[in-house]
Structure formats: C-alpha cells, structure tokens
C-alpha cells in the first residue's frame, strides 16, 4: 500500500511514469529532492532513470556515449543516476550550458560540444535543441518504470517561456505528475508557491500536483492555517513539508556552499557527517578552495564537508588563507580570466606566502594550469596569460576538449603528499590544453618532478602538488590515507535522503484525493 503523496506506476507500465520537480526559484531544493525521489522509487523496485532537459552549470561528469566516445553530463544528473542505481548517460543531461563569461556558455548537446549551438542567440536554440531533448527523454521512458525530471530555475519566468525547453513544456510533453517546491526558510513561501501557479497556463496549472515546503524550521501546525487556505484557492495541496537539511551530503549544484550550510562555521566545528547531523569535532585540518567567478566542478570537494575533523573555506580574499594547511586551486571553465581575477585580490602573493610558510598547495586541472610560467593560447580557446610562476610548467591550449574516465595509480610521491604513492583511485579529466615542464627552467635551477607524464607534478620540496585529474577525494581511500578518517558513502546519503521521503510525503486522504495521486 502506497503510504506517501507518491504517484506509483502500473505494473508493466510503458511509456514511464514521469514525476517532475520544479521549484519557484533557483535554489529552492529541487536537485537533492530529485536525487532523495530517485533512491526512493529504486528501493520501491521500480527501474528508474533521472532527466533534466537542460542544466547551466560547470559542474559536469564524464560518461561513456552510445559511440564509445566519452561525453559530458551535469554534475546533478550524474549523482541522481547514482542514486536511482543505473548507469549514468547522457541522454538524461541532453542539453548542458557551460558558463564562460557573464554572457556566454558553451553548449554541450548529447555529451559534445557543438560550436555552431554556442554561437546562436540564447532564444534561438530552442527550435533545434527541442528535437534531441525529446528523443532523449522518449527513449528514457521506453526503457524505465519511472523517470524522475528536474525543472530548472522557475516554470513561471513570463520572460522566457514562449522559448522553454526546460520546465513546463517537457511537463506537458510527458504529461507529467508536477511538485512545485519552494525554500520556507527565505520567507514568502506561500506567495512563492500562490505566484508561480497563478503565472501558468491553464492547461499547465492542471500538471502541478503538489506543494512542497522545502527547508522549514520549527513546529509544522504552526503552518495552519495556510496550506488550507492555498489548496482553496488554487485546488493543488501541501503534500510534503521537509525539515531544513543542513548537511544532506550532497554537493550544492551552483557552486561554493557558505558555512551554514557546510555545517563547518566560523566557531572552528565541523559537521561530523550526514549521518549525525549537529554533531560537532574539533578542526584537525582548514582546506581553502580558491572560490574564483568561474571555478568549475567544486562539488568533488564535497567528501570534504562530511569528514570529521576537516574545516572548508571558500576562499575569496587573502585573509581567508591565514592559518590554513591546505590550499586548492580548484577547475576552472575560464582558465586566464579567473587567473587575472586571482591576482586583482591579491591572492597570488598570498598562496606564495603559504607555500613559503610550509603550507602545501594543490592545483587541479585550471588549477594546475595556473601554477605554471605561461597559458598560450593560440585558437581562441581561453586567452594568452602568464602564471603564478611556482611550477616550471607551461601550458598550451587546445582546440579539442579532453574527456576521460579512468581507474589510475598515482605514482611515487615525496612528503607531503606520500601517502597517495601507489594509491589506485577513480578519476576523471575535462580540460582543454597540453601541459609539460620547461626544459630552459629546469636547465636553470627551477626544478619540479613529473609523476604521471602529462597529468601530475610535484614541486621539488614536495609541497605543491599539480594534476589534471579530477575526484580524487571522491575517493574514501584517499580521503583515508590524507586524512586518516572516513567519509559517508554516496550510498549511504541517497538512502538516508530516501528514507526520509516516507516521513516527509507521509499521506493523509484530503491531501492525496485533492493531488489526484
């Protein structure tokens, strides 16, 4: 018997049944209650697959595509494939917007980039993306019990939706059970939820099938009498009220998280782990990740907010790397332009400083290439700029984008980093561009070591360490060996945000009659 405000599909159903989340703005909660809704139906036994039409983000993974080349999907998309226990494929990410500037992504369709797509104007890429989004999504649901779709920003920006291609036109596609999710904690839940339906259509108010009070504090009755009040006017019920989850475990899908929601605050505790929420350790350990405008793929350091003992900043000035152990120099999808805004903080004298004082240092991907003398640019790809000097490496970019996935062994390592010697780990690379050490430099006394040809260098005192692989610490033995604890697995998050479903869309009968459910 179905206990919950959860539509379930029919035995032998086919096409899939499609259950949407969208959200009354960015932020709302609707990529870890997609993830939370995938592990869920999984452990009902259904086949089930995730979607999302179209993701701005530069967090992305590494899949393998039908042609047996490796392709990009978001980072989101990624994880809820995880937690829905299939393997992750591009056709659940279609369409993937990677921002480059303030008014230009690049455009990944299907796991590439397609050049001619990143040059339309934005309104214009509708009329041809909406063919493959659609193939996509059909053969999802020709091949699962269930696919669980994410909406993206809000449905009811009256702006852009004549050229939707994300929210309430794939909805109407698959006729699909809509939960419209809004974040209590801002305050104006209710008009949030009120607005966004009233912005819609007839015909699309009809697919919104439930409210969803994300991120509530406090007794839940004092929520009356509200939720009545917007069932009568709007017909549609509060079908879950979900309690603030400070530290769910999954990575914010935007970027950096500040404190409050890493759990790990300006006090020196840090959470120690999901599944102990407001238990606190003493900071044994203070990483900063430089938080640079277009930093990419920071949620692989997300393994770091639930280990006990660790402490996360995201690092934004030179105060912020005072009396750290480590810094990160994370991805980034503009390589010069965020070097440039590094230096205009004055953090480039800041990481030498910490280098000079013993700290260690860690540069991955654009990360890496910014710890070098030179980035040459000779097709438009990035931009020509002169790096941070701390490695004799020189870095040339390129016009094909490099994606791989692979299981690799780090090799010999001097201290700091030697407890990663000989260490095999899942990884995965997305950069554009050739690194390789100076020849003149080292001739001239600069010396560096190369442990991985062509991926991973260490400086000569061993405290700075340089790679282009991405989600080592993804992995629980690095984290292990770094820094001699553990971290909750993946499986453990999506099975706690699972098991918390059962309570928040916990079924009453005004409610699932009022829902059709």
């Known amino acids: 018997m179905n206990t919950t405000n959860l539509p379930l599909p029919q035995p032998g159903q086919r ?64 994880l ?3 937690a829905a226990g299939c393997e992750p494929d591009v056709r659940m990410n279609p369409l993937l917007l990677k921002p480059e500037a303030d008014t230009r992504s690049q455009v990944v369709l299907l796991g590439q980039v397609d050049q001619q797509l990143t040059q339309l104007p934005w309104r214009e890429r509708s009329a041809q993306v909406w063919p493959h989004i659609t193939a996509a999504l059909d053969d999802l649901r020709s091949e699962n019990d269930v696919v669980v779709i994410e909406g993206a920003g809000s449905p009811a920006e009256i702006n852009l939706h004549a050229s939707d ?13 809509c939960l419209l999710v809004s974040d209590i904690d801002r305050g104006g839940a209710f008009a949030h939820l009120y607005g966004t339906w009233a912005l819609l259509p007839p015909e699309e108010q009809a697919l919104i099938r439930g409210f969803v009070l994300n991120k509530f504090r406090g007794d839940a009755r004092l929520l009356a009498p509200a939720p009545q009040m917007l069932l009568e006017k709007t017909g549609v019920p509060v079908v879950a009220t979900i309690p603030m989850q400070l ?14 929601v890493s759990g790990a605050g300006a006090s020196g505790a840090a959470a120690s782990g999901v599944g102990a929420p407001g238990v606190s350790t003493l900071v044994q350990t203070t990483v900063a990740v430089v938080a640079y405008p277009r930093a990419s793929n ?23 790397l005072q009396g750290v152990d480590w810094v990160i120099l994370p991805g980034t999808k503009a390589t010069a332009s965020d070097l440039r ?17 013993g700290g260690r240092l860690w540069g991955i991907c654009g990360g890496l290439q910014m710890l070098g003398e030179a980035l040459i640019d000779l097709h438009g790809v990035d931009d020509n700029e002169a790096g941070l000097g701390l490695l004799p490496l020189v870095t040339v970019f390129e ?21 990663l010697t000989d260490l095999p780990m899942q990884v995965y690379e997305i950069h554009h561009g050739r690194t390789q050490l100076r020849d003149d430099m080292l001739a001239a006394g600069m010396l560096a070591h190369e442990r991985v040809p062509g991926m991973v260098w260490q400086s000569a005192d061993g405290r700075i360490l340089a790679s282009y692989w991405h989600g080592m610490l993804e992995n629980a033995a690095v984290i292990k060996a770094l820094l001699g604890v553990s971290a909750p697995t993946l499986d453990s998050v999506f099975d706690r945000l699972a098991a918390g479903v059962d309570g928040w869309f916990a079924s009453d009968a005004q409610g699932s009659e009022a829902a059709g459910l």
């Open 15 to 78: 096409p899939a049944l499609c259950v949407m989340v969208l959200g009354t703005s960015s932020g709302a909660g609707k990529s870890w209650v997609t993830t939370a809704l995938c592990r869920w139906y999984r452990n009902q036994g259904f086949k089930v697959a995730p979607f999302k039409a179209q993701n701005m983000s530069n967090h992305a993974r590494v899949v393998p595509t039908a042609d047996g080349a490796w392709g990009e999907m978001g980072t989101a998309q990624y």
């Open 247 to 260: 530290r769910h475990g999954l990575p914010e899908e935007d970027g950096a998280f500040d404190a409050d």
């Open 298 to 320: 920071l949620d692989e350091f997300q393994p770091l907010l639930n280990v006990p003992g660790v402490r996360l900043v995201w690092a934004r000035t030179p105060a912020q």
């Open 341 to 357: 805004w590094l230096r205009s903080q004055g953090l480039d004298a800041a990481i030498a400083e910490h280098v000079a004082q």
């Open 399 to 419: 016009v094909e984008k490099r994606l791989c996935r692979a299981q690799v062994t780090m090799g010999a390592l001097d201290a700091p980093w030697q407890a």
């Open 165 to 177: 291609v994300v929210n309430m036109r794939v909805a109407r596609h698959v006729q699909a059970h």
């Open 80 to 82: 809820q494939a995880l």
